[in-house]
């Protein structure tokens, strides 16, 4: 006996739905790697195109040298004199930037503890970081010497209010739960600060320590411009006057390293002694 078909005359069988084809492993791996490698590729690219628009419209290298050209300018002064004006850049950018913590931080301490306090040096602290460090600089080189001195104090100018403004924001966004709870415990008020708000700022300080390092390699240039006799923004300002830009920007490539430099040294750090208070993709 012939079997029967269920399906109807002239009907085609049900089509299964269509699925798209899982990604290729090929492909999964050249994207990742494209997001690996996208800002260093981007960089190579510009040197590449900064490189041929130098060469093709023959620009005059005293006005905007190529990355070739940069390259000649290392060499064109001795090792010893790059490291002699490196050294004196680095040693105030971080004597300044060490005196900004210092005085930042109990600073915010004393601002989150009172509210006199914070109603009468806030407005203060506005004022002096409104002021054009670039303005008050010669004021500062002239009462206080042609020293380091007054180089230190106008990069702690510069450094220090981000560290102040959010290490007083931190402390005072402390749940207040957890200002409750300590209460409850009959914690004094120096437990409840170094205990409780501090390590719960801690995220805030160490953002604004490393805003701070770039701006105290800022400071220490500007005050090199004003006042110096060594140093990499006395460099630069040295080379542009005879028109040797390869070589400032030879300098500009040195403070970009040493700004970074800092940025990521205080990374780690914040790796090393405050894990915890690193975003959970950071850690």
């Not at 915890?276 to 993709?281: A, D, I």
């Amino acid at each position: 006996m012939s079997s029967l078909t269920t399906s109807a005359p002239g009907s085609s069988p049900a089509a299964l739905p269509d699925k798209a084809p899982p990604p290729r492993p090929v492909g999964r791996r050249a994207l990742a790697l494209a997001n690996r490698f996208a800002p260093a590729l981007a960089f190579v690219a510009l040197l590449v195109a900064w490189e041929a628009g130098c060469r093709l419209f023959k620009v005059p290298a005293f006005l905007l040298p190529s990355p070739s050209m940069i390259l000649v300018g290392f060499s064109e002064q001795a090792p010893s004199i790059w490291l002699k004006h490196t050294w004196a850049t680095v040693h105030i950018a971080i004597t300044g930037y060490l005196v900004a913590i210092a005085v930042s931080i109990p600073l915010a301490i004393a601002l989150a503890s009172s509210k006199v306090l914070s109603r009468t040096l806030y407005p203060m602290i506005v004022v002096v970081h409104a002021m054009p460090i670039v303005a008050i600089a010669p004021i500062i080189v002239v009462t206080l010497g042609a020293s380091d001195l007054p180089r230190v104090v106008i990069t702690f100018l510069i450094a220090f209010f981000p560290i102040v403004v959010s290490t007083t924001a931190g402390l005072m966004a402390t749940p207040e739960e957890l200002i409750e709870l300590s209460r409850s415990l009959r914690a004094d008020r120096a437990r409840e600060m170094f205990h409780i708000r501090l390590p719960f700022a801690l995220p805030y300080i160490f953002s604004a320590l490393r805003i701070s390092t770039t701006l105290s390699v800022v400071g220490a240039v500007v005050a090199e411009f004003v006042a110096a006799e060594h140093g990499l923004g006395y460099f630069i300002q040295f080379s542009t006057s005879f028109f040797k830009i390869n070589q400032g920007f030879a300098a500009l490539i040195i403070l970009v390293t040493i700004s970074l430099t800092f940025f990521q040294l205080v990374g780690l750090l914040q790796r090393v002694l405050a894990p915890w208070s690193l975003p959970r993709s950071e850690r």
